[in-house]
T-cell receptor, first 114, second 114 residues
């Protein structure tokens, strides 16, 4: 049990649509990051939020955006969905920004774009 | 820039045999290193992490890993495989400071036969 919960667990969207994925972190975990895991690949870093401000982004276009809220919840929004966006999206949280702090992952949201 | 290479996309062992999963990293600064396990249709679970306290790190489920700076390696071992160890294993690297995030390898699927 990591204390990180994600919703929905599975969803199917049509190309061009928009999707919002949600995450609830452990109380006190003020750093949340999102990862995309395509089938057969390792997770790829999308972006990170610290105290409600984005402070890091991987190699993903601006149509991937996010929000972090004071109650330790967060969202990942993807606009103009493409077929290649089909993947498992993982939310991860930790207390602080230190590189050695344990990062806890949720179970993920499976997105299929058709 | 940091990177991780996991040798072997699949490793097969017999139950009771030694498990060895290889991981080599590249980092411009002293790294933190992690091993995560992912069971089918689940998120990532932390097995163990190296944060410079000791080069031999013991984790959950009988796994351990040794940090070898000269070889830039962090191989994962378990003396005796169990059927329940069958899963995908990911090695990841993070940096010491800043808004550190995880960079993952492509993963190694461990298959355990009776």
């Amino acid at each position: 049990e990591t204390g990180v919960t994600q919703s929905p667990t599975h969803l199917i969207k049509t190309r061009g649509q928009q999707v919002t994925l949600r995450c609830s972190s452990q109380s006190g975990h003020n750093t949340v990051s999102w990862y995309q895991q395509a089938l057969g690949q390792g997770p790829q870093f999308i972006f990170q939020y610290y105290r409600e401000e984005e402070n890091g982004r991987g190699n993903f276009p601006p149509r991937f955006s996010g929000l972090q809220f004071p109650n330790y919840s967060s969202e990942l929004n993807v606009n103009a969905l493409e077929l290649d966006d089909s993947a498992l999206y993982l939310c991860a949280s930790r207390d602080g920004q230190g590189g050695g702090n344990t990062i806890y992952f949720g179970e993920g949201s499976w997105l299929t774009v058709v | 820039a940091q990177s991780v290479t996991q040798l072997g996309s699949h490793v097969s062992v017999s139950e009771g045999a030694l498990v060895l999963l290889r991981c080599n990293y590249s980092s411009s600064v002293p790294p933190y290193l992690f091993w995560y396990v992912q069971y089918p249709n689940q998120g990532l679970q932390l097995l163990l992490k190296y944060t410079s306290a000791a080069t031999l790190v013991k984790g959950i489920n009988g796994f351990e890993a040794e940090f070898k700076k000269s070889e830039t390696s962090f191989h994962l071992t378990k003396p005796s495989a169990h059927m329940s160890d069958a899963a995908e294993y990911f090695c990841a690297v993070s940096e010491w400071s800043g808004y550190s995030t995880l960079t993952f390898g492509k993963g190694t699927m461990l298959l355990v036969s009776p």
